[in-house]
């Protein structure tokens, strides 16, 4: 049995945050070895993984350092879908295969129910189904019970679900021969090849069977998402603290914390669970970390900085800061009193723009989404819900109401595009750490 994880995909909707999906970091790992690891405890070592161009060689690294797997590569030149994903991997699929988009975190149990029912019982493929109490934005699945599939229906919009169970991407096909040559008959101008082919089986009287799947799954398909991802990992995750992490005596740790190899957590620091800490991270004199947060490798939690709530990217900075409920990406530095504001006067649901249209993130606490080698002056403050692209500077004084594009600068007086050459070195930010450890 083979396992075919589909990384080819561009995650547009996630902007400001490029980094794939896959490759996100929890708890010091990329999503990719966390989902591998996954599914090697339910007994399966063979993978397939299907990506782009431009990560290669990031993947062949990453999974060369996990001992007991076999890994093969095809490449999907443009993210054209799951079925042409598939497509692009015709010549390794000459097996059973279980089909799974890593960019959703779900137990291990979804890979054993798969298992189980196919012993039970004869189908041409098994799918998930995963019973929602309210509309999530995917694709549906209707059945005649108790657990043969009639039709797909996908993104129905809301009001129009013609069931309570969503289609999660863990779909077990026997026949993977026969499952591409229903995609090459498929008729459409949508991306729905890979739905429509499974549907075209079941007008041919081939049996899909759907799986009753109950236990935590948590995808990710807009920024506020990774909230969920870092909820589920740390939930599942005891406290530790790494022998060579070095904790002062006037420090106070309280609650589930992770605090990764060679750490340092400095007086007076208060860190309540709970939280993860990641490699080579310092959290200064006075500082606040709590509820869910999840600090990356080589970053600074500066004198009296509180995060709460926040997922901070590798190699980031803080000083007198106050990040609320942010997802902040790599190699970011904020000056002093900097604020990352996280709730509405009203307390309505925070929006943000995605591909130019508003959307309700469901959350009554957001704060602001930053990507990647971006900075803030002193005393700049970004309301709930702004984008700050990659590459981009607040400005000192500046309070951020509406989305800053890539490469700009953001000054009190308006918004000035320039390319952005003030980026903090890797040779400065080596110093900067030497000489706090110091």
């Given at each position: 049995?083979?396992?075919?994880?589909?990384?080819?995909?561009?995650?547009?909707?996630?902007?400001?945050?490029?980094?794939?999906?896959?490759?996100?970091?929890?708890?010091?790992?990329?999503?990719?070895?966390?989902?591998?690891?996954?599914?090697?405890?339910?007994?399966?070592?063979?993978?397939?993984?299907?990506?782009?161009?431009?990560?290669?060689?990031?993947?062949?690294?990453?999974?060369?350092?996990i001992p007991g797997i076999s890994v093969k590569l095809a490449i999907q030149e443009t993210p054209n879908g799951i079925?042409?994903?598939?497509?692009?991997?015709?010549?390794?699929?000459?097996?059973?295969?279980?089909?799974?988009?890593?960019?959703?975190?779900?137990?291990?149990?979804?890979?054993?129910?798969?298992?189980?029912?196919?012993?039970?019982?004869?189908?041409?493929?098994?799918?998930?189904?995963?019973?929602?109490?309210?509309?999530?934005?995917?694709?549906?699945?209707?059945?005649?019970?108790?657990?043969?599939?009639?039709?797909i229906v996908e993104k129905p919009g809301k009001g129009k679900e013609p069931s309570n169970l969503v289609n999660i991407?863990?779909?077990?096909?026997?026949?993977?021969?026969?499952?591409?040559?229903?995609?090459?008959?498929?008729?459409?101008?949508?991306?729905?090849?890979?739905?429509?082919?499974?549907?075209?089986?079941?007008?041919?009287?081939?049996?899909?069977?759907?799986?009753?799947?109950?236990?935590?799954?948590?995808?990710?398909?807009?920024?506020?998402?990774?909230?969920?991802?870092?909820?589920?990992?740390?939930?599942?995750?005891?406290?530790?603290?790494?022998?060579?992490?070095?904790?002062?005596?006037?420090?106070?740790?309280?609650?589930?914390?992770?605090?990764?190899?060679?750490?340092?957590?400095?007086?007076?620091?208060?860190?309540?669970?709970?939280?993860?800490?990641?490699?080579?991270?310092?959290?200064?004199?006075?500082?606040?970390?709590?509820?869910?947060?999840?600090?990356?490798?080589?970053?600074?939690?500066?004198?009296?900085?509180?995060?709460?709530?926040?997922?901070?990217?590798?190699?980031?900075?803080?000083?007198?800061?106050?990040?609320?409920?942010?997802?902040?990406?790599?190699?970011?530095?904020?000056?002093?009193?900097?604020?990352?504001?996280?709730?509405?006067?009203?307390?309505?649901?925070?929006?943000?723009?995605?591909?130019?249209?508003?959307?309700?993130?469901?959350?009554?606490?957001?704060?602001?989404?930053?990507?990647?080698?971006?900075?803030?002056?002193?005393?700049?403050?970004?309301?709930?819900?702004?984008?700050?692209?990659?590459?981009?500077?607040?400005?000192?004084?500046?309070?951020?109401?509406?989305?800053?594009?890539?490469?700009?600068?953001?000054?009190?007086?308006?918004?000035?595009?320039?390319?952005?050459?003030?980026?903090?070195?890797?040779?400065?930010?080596?110093?900067?750490?030497?000489?706090?450890?110091?």
């Amino acid at each position: 049995m083979k396992v075919v994880f589909l990384c080819g995909g561009a995650g547009k909707r996630m902007f400001p945050i490029t980094e794939d999906k896959f490759l996100l970091e929890f708890l010091g790992k990329t999503l990719l070895e966390h989902q591998i690891e996954v599914a090697k405890k339910a007994g399966l070592t063979d993978f397939v993984i299907v990506t782009g161009t431009r990560n290669v060689s990031r993947i062949v690294n990453i999974t060369a350092a996990i001992p007991g797997i076999s890994v093969k590569l095809a490449i999907q030149e443009t993210p054209n879908g799951i079925a042409n994903a598939l497509e692009s991997a015709a010549r390794l699929l000459n097996d059973e295969i279980i089909v799974v988009n890593p960019n959703d975190v779900f137990d291990g149990s979804a890979y054993t129910r798969l298992l189980d029912a196919h012993q039970a019982n004869n189908a041409v493929s098994y799918m998930l189904g995963y019973e929602v109490d309210e509309y999530f934005p995917g694709g549906y699945l209707e059945i005649n019970p108790p657990d043969t599939l009639t039709h797909i229906v996908e993104k129905p919009g809301k009001g129009k679900e013609p069931s309570n169970l969503v289609n999660i991407l863990v779909h077990l096909h026997t026949d993977p021969e026969k499952l591409l040559s229903h995609v090459a008959n498929v008729q459409t101008n949508g991306d729905d090849v890979y739905e429509l082919a499974i549907d075209s089986m079941v007008k041919e009287n081939q049996t899909v069977r759907v799986v009753p799947f109950a236990d935590s799954w948590t995808p990710i398909k807009y920024p506020w998402h990774i909230f969920s991802v870092v909820r589920q990992f740390l939930d599942q995750t005891p406290g530790y603290v790494a022998p060579t992490a070095v904790i002062s005596g006037k420090a106070i740790i309280d609650g589930n914390v992770y605090i990764d190899e060679n750490a340092r957590v400095f007086e007076d620091a208060v860190i309540r669970g709970p939280v993860y800490i990641g490699r080579n991270s310092i959290i200064g004199t006075g500082s606040l970390v709590r509820g869910y947060s999840h600090i990356g490798a080589d970053c600074v939690v500066g004198f009296s900085t509180e995060v709460k709530g926040s997922y901070i990217g590798n190699g980031c900075w803080f000083h007198m800061c106050y990040v609320g409920d942010s997802i902040i990406g790599e190699r970011c530095s904020f000056g002093a009193n900097t604020v990352f504001a996280n709730w509405r006067f009203d307390e309505k649901n925070i929006s943000v723009r995605v591909n130019g249209k508003r959307l309700d993130s469901g959350l009554n606490k957001l704060g602001a989404i930053v990507g990647n080698n971006c900075r803030s002056g002193v005393n700049a403050s970004l309301m709930p819900g702004v984008k700050v692209g990659p590459n981009s500077i607040v400005g000192p004084q500046v309070c951020l109401t509406k989305d800053l594009e890539p490469d700009n600068i953001a000054t009190i007086s308006g918004y000035s595009t320039m390319r952005n050459s003030f980026q903090i070195s890797d040779k400065t930010a080596g110093a900067r750490m030497k000489m706090l450890r110091h």
